[in-house]
């Protein structure tokens, strides 16, 4: 359990909170480059970490963010018109260019003003797919750090943005804790569940797919430079060899799930303390069909989600559409799909949910772990310690699932990973 105090402490992310300060040392993805598809096309409202932004795309194809509100009189640039380099507020016609730059101000004919004038951008890179932005301190503008997904050909991987009205923690948390995937997730675990015998699943990009039947894995950790990673061992049929499925935290919000063929790359980002944009980039040696992973997350099916808006759409009024005859014949949540049901779990929990009333077990130290770092950065930063893996190149960080031999270490599967000490 967490004291009231320090669940508040992670799950508040706004402007003057200490959990909000802590991220806001790093970049974040604030949309999709699909959201923006084309030279000129509609501008974005971004929330992130409880504030409200425009992203845009400008006619050379360069993408600015500003403050949502116009540094006139407040109109949003949201209604805005993005035309000829820039974007023009709808109210009195005052046009920015992406850097801030105030190109025209039609009510108020004085170049010196223009000149002494910026609107507020904000540091914003392309990449993989994904816009990025840093709204912190200006002076506290860290490298921006890169993955490997980021140095691979656009073909062998795609990007997936799902919002989820509930508390980024609740779906780290989930992402952090392997002992939920062979319950959960039991119909891509574990196909022969309904015959109570197990098959594995053969499908290479499933990160569900579970090599064993072991429900209660072993779990070492370990602190890293970005966060920690940490092994689940599960028993196999051979008695000298154990399933070794490694995942990483990577401070704020990170996380890597292995599947047979690729790697799932998810940042849980805080729109604000009750609303999460989940980022999934998949990537791997071999072409992703972005189509193919919607279906097996679930996304396909038109009462979950919503390709346009990103929106994760079920709720309690139809019971996030269980199916309790699907329960009795073929699916043992009665819902389909991985990320259907990690959401509808996360969401079953509520907006924000008060961890003062459950119970730990062992099998839950991850999730613990996730809570300790967090709360040593949020500790850290009001004692001027900046957060762990601010700035960092992270393209070593990744995650596997192996077959590892008695006495074999299992941090020899992931070399990339530096532990803390090796960092001091
Ligand atoms: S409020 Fe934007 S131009 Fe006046
Ligand atoms: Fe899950």
Redesign the pocket.
Known sequence: MLKTEDNALLCHVGPETPMGAVMRRYWHPVCTSAQLPTPDSDPLRVRLLGEDFVVFRDTEGRVGMFDE???????S?AL?RVEEGGI???????KFDVTGALLE?P?HDDAKYRARMKAPAYPVREEAGLVWAYVGPRDREPAFSRYAFMDTKSENRAVIRININCNYLQLVEGGEDTSHVGVLHTNMARPGWKDKEFQPNKDVVNPAALATNDLHPELELEDTEFGFHYVALRKTDEPDVRNARVVPFVVPYGRVIPSPAFSFFVFEVPDDDTHTSTYIVIYGDAPVEADRVIELLGLDDKRYYNRETCLFTATWADSFGQSRKLMKDSSWTGLVGVEVEDAAIALSQGALYDRSKEHLVPSDRAVMRVRRILLDAVKGLSNGVEPPGVGMDLTGVGACDASLRAGQPWRELMPGHRPLKAAA
């Open positions: 509100l116009c540094m006139h009189r407040g109109a640039l805005g023009r507020c709808l109210y009195h016609g005052w101000t009510n």
